[in-house]
């Protein structure tokens, strides 16, 4: 079946460091990737997503891009923030299928 | 963008007793809603998957007579972790989705069974 991998953590980084979440996947169809973000004590947020191959997510300075040719959906982030801190969630869905979801990293920034 | 609410956010409970927990759309039709568990810094596992007017789908190991999954409306789906102890002590979260496009999340429930 559908399964995600991503890096172990947790992760520890200085602000304005460079982040990067490995997360790779398998799937049968062409599944549209994920990544979700939680924060201490909340559910999940969609941080940013991609449907197709090649598409690259964005957002609040967080990207990733869709690479079919290595299954691949990595997380980066130029220069992280305190308020970065939390776990994060690469996850894939195939249509009407439940989401896949990674094991989590999490990311935890020091000032 | 769509919201999901859940209720209550937290509760706690006496062993043996039930607990209800909602799940909620707000500003759209929820065609399939999922229940997921939490544990302490680990991924989400999914519980069941329920469509509107029809009965859950549970994952294999989910007790679907301890937990019920009503998905009677559009807009609302209820767990029910009946004669809950300790070990079933977790975050709960939800989500909905309209006719399988991107699902939403509720910002969960804290269960703690004393």
């Known amino acids: 079946g559908d399964s995600v991998t991503q890096m172990e953590g947790p992760v520890t980084l200085s602000e304005e460091a460079f982040l990067t979440i490995n997360c790779t996947y398998t799937?049968?169809?062409?599944?549209?990737l994920f990544w979700y973000v939680q924060y201490p004590g909340e559910g999940l947020q969609l941080l940013l997503k991609?449907?197709?191959?090649?598409d690259k997510g964005s957002n609040k300075g967080f990207e990733a891009t869709y690479r079919k040719e290595t299954t691949s959906f990595h997380l980066e982030k130029g220069s992280v923030q305190v308020s970065d801190s939390a776990v994060y969630f690469c996850?894939?869905?195939?249509?009407?299928?439940?989401?896949?979801f990674g094991k989590g990293t999490r990311l935890s920034v020091i000032a | 963008g769509a919201v999901v609410s859940q209720h209550p956010s937290w509760v706690i409970c006496k062993s043996g007793t039930s607990v209800k927990i909602e799940c909620r759309s707000l500003?759209?039709?929820?065609?399939?809603m999922f229940w997921y568990r939490q544990f302490p810094k680990q991924s989400l596992m999914l519980m069941a998957t329920?469509?509107?007017?029809?009965?859950?789908?549970?994952e294999q190991g989910v007790e679907k007579d301890k937990f019920l999954i009503n998905h009677a409306s559009l807009t609302l789906s209820t767990l029910t972790v009946t004669s809950a102890h300790p070990e079933d002590s977790s975050f709960y979260i939800c989500?909905?989705?309209?006719?399988?496009?991107?699902?939403?999340f509720g910002p969960g429930t804290r269960l703690t069974v004393t």
């Open positions: 989500s909905a989705s309209h006719r399988g496009y991107e699902q939403y």
């Open positions: 500003d759209f039709q929820a065609t399939t």
């Open positions: 996850a894939l869905s195939d249509t009407n299928t439940p989401l896949v």
């Open positions: 991609a449907t197709k191959a090649d």
């Open positions: 799937a049968t169809g062409y599944p549209s």
């Open positions: 329920s469509n509107e007017g029809s009965k859950a789908t549970y």
